[in-house]
């Protein structure tokens, strides 16, 4: 599948995803009228209603589909944001952020050690002391045991499709296998593939290369920052403080 196919499904997979939620672990640390780059931002959503609290918000994607979207929905809204074409791992361009999230699990999406390390690094240049990182990443409980071999699916009237899960090469990665079937018309539904690569660390991991990166006051939780990590929490929430 173009990442323009999967674009234009993308906001309906994501019906259900909690971006209230996001809100206000974002709100919590970063003041009001403050600058946020929302990396990893899709179709904008969430940079959206960031940019409707009051922050001053840039939207950054890798891919260009997605943006695309995203320009649409902030034109139809009215809403005040800017939306960048970049590669995290090659963030360039902004500096005394007040904030930089990368959530819905943006950061799996980087399969090598040496890529999250740089990752980390480009986003402290560009904070200001005592800027604030927050993220969400898939634990390594979700990794070896919810996403294992797994079938996921959902039938409706305009859109189905089936997820199969399993594991990668590399430790704590994860293969996605998705197949969409759009309906075109009465009788017409369109097949659609695509494939998508995801792997986590180790939290002390990430914990790690933050320090080593140049962040302090790093706290690692669950339930967007609402109670300690347990070992079969799901995903895995980070803040971060530029020193």
């Known amino acids: ?27 919590k640390y970063v ?31 890798v891919s ?32 005394q952020l007040d904030g930089v999230t990368i ?48 079938l996921y699916g959902e039938n409706s009237e305009s859109l189905s499709y089936m997820w199969f899960c399993e594991p990668n090469k590399e430790s704590l990665s994860v293969h996605h296998s998705l197949t969409f079937f759009i309906k075109k018309d009465e009788d017409l539904y369109e097949r659609m593939d695509e494939e998508q690569f995801q792997r986590t660390f180790l939290p002390s991991t990430y914990h790690q290369w933050l320090e080593e990166a140049g962040f302090h006051r790093i706290s690692i939780s669950a339930d967007f920052g609402n109670k300690e990590l347990e070992e079969e929490d799901d995903r895995i929430f980070f803040k971060a403080v530029k020193k």
């Open 64 to 95: 260009q589909d997605m943006l695309t979207v995203a320009e649409r929905k902030a034109r139809k809204s009215n809403a005040d944001v800017r939306f960048i074409l970049q590669d995290m791992r090659e963030l360039e361009g902004f500096n």
């Open 103 to 150: 959530f819905c699990d943006g950061l799996n999406y980087l399969t090598k050690e040496e890529e999250v390390i740089q990752t980390f690094r480009r986003i402290a240049s560009s904070l200001k002391p005592g800027g604030v990182l927050l993220f969400d990443v898939h634990s390594p409980f979700k990794m070896e045991h919810i996403f294992d071999h797994q």
């Open 1 to 27: 599948m173009t990442h323009d196919h999967f674009a234009s499904l993308y906001d309906v997979l994501m019906e259900d995803a909690p971006y209230d939620s996001w809100l206000e672990y974002a709100e």
């Open 31 to 61: 003041h009001k009228e403050g600058s946020i780059l929302d990396l990893a931002c899709g179709t904008g959503t969430l940079t959206m209603m960031l940019a409707n609290r009051g922050y001053e918000v840039t939207g950054v994607d």
